[in-house]
């Protein structure tokens, strides 16, 4: 971590914008997260959308020159790495690989990095088309096998002994999206450990993403008693529980929970439970950071999350969730409150997760857009430089 700044802030990286076979069979030649992008549409008076890059326009991260722009960008923002989600669905079968892989392998930009598994499984439900509700329908399963967990193991390790690697008490970075998907994660983590040992390393810094509430906690009881809507303590135990070394925490569900009316929270709730759908959800981001964090997160092995925005619609269309009024100078008010929860910790150990750097079709990106320009980016380092004073 730089002296002058108050976190490591490790932004999460989607690497969806180049085309793939799998995305063309799916969704048609050419697709790319650029495609829900430009297509977006305004579902309300002063709806933002649709949002339209600026300085690196709709870039191909096939294209080096784009990934170093990137890496310029990040640094600009006070950004320590990039974490690239990581799609292994086992037997070797990923996706989405290559940007990744060409970083690693051509050793550019020289810029620190982590990864975070995305162990879901792969459905329609993921890039949906535009909103149009169709059956769900997996299109490719994640298969858990230990013999594959070696596998697995032995394709990260080159990355984990890359010298931009981002590690946590000398141990590479690992997250793990679904930490309870595995079906022993005790057992998961044991292999990995044993081999990274045996590879040199001093082992793995397991990190498990964690919301503090679910959309499935919700129930009238707590809505009129909302301080117990903070479920944070048993949530982030069972995962330090499981084995893992720290939790990647999130409190949107939470937070946009705490601001909800009980027509709107009625409302939604019959929609689901009824008519199997969801409605358009939209809070205010303002009410939004109020909510987001909880006291656990000033827990040592706890490391929050930042959210700038959030606007599904891209790809949900009217199943989405949209904040509105989401402005560089709120998130830079987001961080400083955030900052708060890391006071104490070791310098390895504050950390905070951006949520994220290039997420254009959730609408959470600090990449620069014709609205807001470097506004987010300028806003993070700010925040990150001033600290609390």
Same mark, same amino acid.
């Given at each position: 971590?730089?002296? =002058? #700044?108050?976190?490591?802030?490790?932004?999460?990286?989607?690497?969806?914008?180049?085309?793939?076979?799998?995305?063309?069979?799916?969704?048609?030649?050419?697709?790319?997260?650029?495609?829900?992008?430009?297509?977006?549409?305004?579902?309300?008076?002063?709806?933002?959308?649709?949002?339209?890059?600026?300085?690196?326009?709709?870039?191909?991260?096939?294209?080096?020159?784009?990934?170093?722009?990137?890496?310029?960008?990040?640094?600009?923002?006070?950004?320590?790495?990039?974490?690239?989600?990581?799609?292994?669905?086992?037997?070797?079968?990923?996706?989405?690989?290559?940007?990744?892989?060409?970083?690693?392998?051509?050793?550019?930009?020289?810029?620190?990095?982590?990864?975070?598994?995305?162990?879901? =499984?792969?459905?329609?439900?993921?890039?949906? $088309?535009?909103?149009?509700?169709?059956?769900?329908?997996?299109?490719?399963?994640?298969?858990?096998?230990?013999?594959?967990?070696?596998?697995?193991?032995?394709?990260?390790?080159?990355?984990?002994?890359?010298?931009?690697?981002?590690?946590?008490?000398?141990?590479?970075?690992?997250?793990?999206?679904?930490?309870?998907?595995?079906?022993?994660?005790?057992?998961?983590?044991?292999?990995?450990?044993?081999?990274?040992?045996?590879?040199? #390393?001093?082992?793995?810094?397991?990190?498990?993403?964690?919301?503090?509430?679910?959309?499935?906690?919700?129930?009238?009881?707590?809505?009129? =008693?909302?301080?117990?809507?903070?479920?944070?303590?048993?949530?982030?135990?069972?995962?330090? $529980?499981?084995?893992? $070394?720290?939790?990647?925490?999130?409190?949107?569900?939470?937070?946009?929970?705490?601001?909800?009316?009980?027509?709107?929270?009625?409302?939604?709730?019959?929609?689901?439970?009824?008519?199997?759908?969801?409605?358009?959800?939209?809070?205010?981001?303002?009410?939004?950071?109020?909510?987001?964090?909880?006291?656990?997160?000033?827990?040592?092995?706890?490391?929050?999350?930042?959210?700038?925005?959030?606007?599904?619609?891209?790809?949900?269309?009217?199943?989405?969730?949209?904040?509105?009024?989401?402005?560089?100078?709120?998130?830079?008010?987001?961080?400083?409150?955030?900052?708060?929860?890391?006071?104490?910790?070791?310098?390895?150990?504050?950390?905070?997760?951006?949520?994220?750097?290039?997420?254009?079709?959730?609408?959470?990106?600090?990449?620069? =857009?014709?609205?807001?320009?470097?506004?987010?980016?300028?806003?993070?380092?700010?925040? #990150?430089?001033?600290?609390?004073?």
């Amino acid at each position: 971590m730089k002296n =002058d #700044l108050q976190a490591r802030v490790i932004a999460m990286y989607l690497p969806q914008f180049h085309p793939i076979p799998e995305n063309d069979e799916w969704w048609g030649k050419g697709f790319t997260e650029w495609t829900n992008v430009a297509r977006a549409k305004p579902l309300f008076k002063g709806h933002y959308q649709p949002h339209v890059p600026a300085d690196l326009g709709f870039y191909d991260l096939r294209v080096p020159e784009v990934r170093e722009a990137q890496a310029q960008l990040a640094r600009k923002a006070g950004i320590e790495g990039f974490c690239y989600y990581h799609y292994w669905f086992g037997a070797g079968n990923q996706l989405l690989e290559r940007p990744f892989n060409e970083v690693l392998e051509s050793g550019k930009p020289d810029f620190p990095f982590c990864l975070c598994w995305a162990n879901h =499984d792969w459905s329609n439900k993921l890039w949906s $088309d535009g909103g149009i509700v169709v059956k769900e329908e997996v299109l490719m399963k994640q298969v858990y096998d230990e013999d594959d967990y070696i596998k697995h193991f032995a394709y990260v390790l080159p990355a984990f002994k890359d010298k931009r690697y981002m590690k946590i008490d000398g141990k590479p970075i690992f997250v793990i999206w679904h930490p309870f998907d595995l079906p022993d994660t005790k057992r998961f983590i044991k292999i990995w450990t044993e081999l990274a040992k045996k590879n040199g #390393l001093k082992g793995v810094y397991f990190i498990g993403n964690q919301n503090n509430m679910s959309f499935d906690d919700y129930s009238f009881k707590m809505f009129f =008693d909302k301080k117990k809507s903070n479920l944070a303590h048993e949530k982030y135990t069972a995962v330090l $529980d499981a084995g893992f $070394d720290g939790v990647n925490s999130r409190g949107f569900f939470r937070a946009e929970f705490c601001t909800r009316s009980l027509f709107d929270y009625v409302k939604r709730l019959a929609f689901r439970k009824i008519f199997k759908k969801y409605s358009l959800s939209i809070c205010k981001q303002s009410e939004v950071n109020k909510h987001i964090f909880v006291p656990e997160d000033k827990w040592e092995n706890v490391y929050p999350t930042l959210f700038p925005n959030w606007d599904h619609s891209p790809r949900s269309g009217k199943r989405g969730r949209i904040y509105v009024g989401s402005t560089p100078g709120l998130f830079k008010e987001q961080v400083k409150n955030v900052l708060t929860l890391l006071e104490g910790r070791p310098e390895d150990h504050r950390v905070l997760f951006l949520q994220a750097w290039n997420e254009w079709g959730e609408g959470n990106h600090i990449e620069p =857009d014709l609205k807001f320009g470097h506004g987010y980016i300028d806003a993070l380092y700010e925040a #990150l430089t001033e600290g609390n004073n």
